[in-house]
């Protein structure tokens, strides 16, 4: 049995179309038999498609869209991967600024698979031990990460695991990291952008 241990905290789960399901599911189900209030959060209005692998997945509510989303209202965010999600994310600038306000506060993000992409772009990583699903890993690299390959890293409030299979442990150390909260500790900030990935449309 699950303590309550993020009882009155709120959490945002952001995602675009083609987020890997499980990756949106598990997590979501675990923050709330922790106590935790989820919201999930995208740049469409009312819904978003979710995906296994490169087949369709169901269909999800949208609770807050990303236009109406405050990040101050938030105590910790975690970016689902999937394809073709993270790549549309991270050429949304409202996406971008959302991630980037909620690591500027302090709040702790949990990112799995290819995730990480969007955190290229809102400059989190440089300077940061994290993993990702491999393919992501040069990416990380020239974007200043320290990429190590294990099922779950954890550096300064930042959260990020490989593969689905990793989801366990992502999500208990996602749990832990949550309840703490706020990091004070200094987050250095990538001060030049890397070049956004290729664009892909999920139909």
Not at 73 to 79: F, I, K, R
Not at 179 to 203: C, D, L, N, V
Request: aromatic fraction near 6%; charge should be negative.
């Amino acid at each position: 049995m699950m303590s309550r241990i993020l009882q009155g905290k709120k959490i945002a789960i952001l995602v675009a179309d083609g987020f890997e399901q499980i990756e949106l599911t598990e997590p979501r189900d675990t923050l709330i038999k922790a106590g935790a209030a989820v919201d999930i959060v995208s740049p469409n209005k009312s819904k978003v498609q979710g995906a296994h692998h490169d087949e369709k997945g169901d269909v999800f509510e949208v609770t807050v869209p990303l236009a109406a989303a405050d990040p101050s209202e938030y105590d910790g965010l975690v970016l689902p991967g999937g394809v073709f999600n993270p790549d549309s994310l991270r050429q949304d600038s409202r996406a971008v600024e959302f991630v980037r306000a909620m690591w500027e506060a302090g709040k702790p993000i949990a990112a799995i698979c290819h995730g990480p992409w969007t955190l290229i772009d809102a400059g989190v990583v440089r300077g940061r031990n994290v993993t990702s699903y491999p393919s992501l890993r040069t990416d990380l690299q020239n974007a200043g990460a320290n990429w190590i390959d294990q099922e779950v890293v954890t550096d300064g409030g930042l959260v990020t695991s490989r593969t689905p299979d990793d989801l366990p442990a992502f999500c208990a150390k996602m749990i832990e990291e949550f309840a703490e909260g706020i990091h004070k500790g200094p987050r250095r900030m990538s001060q030049e952008q890397p070049p956004t990935g290729y664009f892909s449309q999920w139909e």
